[in-house]
């Protein structure tokens, strides 16, 4: 009778390493391949070219940066420094408004994304990015 | 003589219970936290933005090199193939989004033409990279 106990006990033992071995496989694999250095970014809406429905004037600050990276908000030249400001006193008047910036191809890149960061800062929730044609 | 015998083989035993517990709740936090981003192939110095966050799914990257050019999956690309590979990147992941990577000294029309057709492909969360000021 005690042999019998003693020979089932064995028995229900399952042998894990190989499992053991898959395991630590899977582990290594997962350790190596993962990143987890995240992009940091701006999120910024460009109007679809289909016919949207047509945005009141009103409702819109545009922003124009010209191709020498001068800045002009309602054909006024301005600083880049001055552009929080007066986008704030703009969205002061029409709270609803989006900033639309309506950039030259030939600007840089960075420069848009510091006026659309100082836009952001102004507390424009809705930016959006155009080019001139 | 017998005895002491088993005793030293029961010994010898270690108990890997609790090595494979911390082994399987490490592969599980890798398996969950890894995302399998594809490197663009260039490093652009990206513009500083007070309002940059963490793009959360930010897994598809697309690059543009102060020369202008498009860098993808560690290659140029032309920009009539960026809606293709949008377009199979987006298949493969489809809750992922699309942050651009473009350098400070890079023309706004050519991250632009990239965003319309990032559109195109019909992804609508795209984003532009930036570093923390």
Do not use: C, Y
């Not at chain 1, 600083?79 to 309506?102: F, G």
Request: charged fraction near 25%.
């Amino acid at each position: 009778m005690r042999r019998r106990f003693t020979k089932k006990q064995e028995a229900s033992e399952i042998n894990i390493t190989p499992m053991l071995d898959i395991v630590f496989i899977m582990l290594i694999f997962f350790i190596v391949t993962t990143s987890f250095v995240k992009e940091i970014s701006i999120d910024v809406n460009r109007p679809t070219k289909s016919p949207i429905k047509e945005q009141k004037k009103s409702e819109v600050i545009s922003v124009r940066i010209s191709s020498e990276g001068q800045i002009f908000i309602q054909d006024r030249l301005i600083n880049l420094d001055a552009v929080r400001a007066n986008i704030e006193s703009n969205l002061a008047l029409k709270p609803q408004a989006s900033v639309v910036v309506v950039s030259d191809r030939e600007a840089d890149a960075g420069f848009l994304v510091k006026v659309i960061d100082q836009s952001r800062l102004a507390g424009a929730s809705n930016v959006s990015i155009a080019a001139q044609k | 003589m017998l005895r002491r015998r088993k005793r030293i083989e029961e010994d010898s035993e270690i108990n890997i219970t609790p090595m494979m517990d911390i082994v399987f709740i490490m592969l599980i936090f890798f398996i969950v936290t890894t995302s399998f981003i594809k490197e663009t192939g260039i490093d652009p110095s990206r513009p500083e933005a007070e309002t940059a966050r963490r793009a959360e799914r930010g897994n598809i990257l697309i690059a543009v090199s102060p020369n202008d050019q498009i860098w993808m999956n560690k290659g140029p690309i032309e920009l009539e193939m960026v809606r293709i590979l949008m377009e199979s990147a987006h298949s493969e992941n489809p809750e992922s989004s699309v942050v651009v990577v473009a350098d400070e000294l890079a023309s706004t029309g050519l991250v632009i033409d990239i965003m319309d057709q990032i559109r195109l492909s019909g992804i609508s969360k795209v984003s532009l990279s930036a570093k923390e000021k």
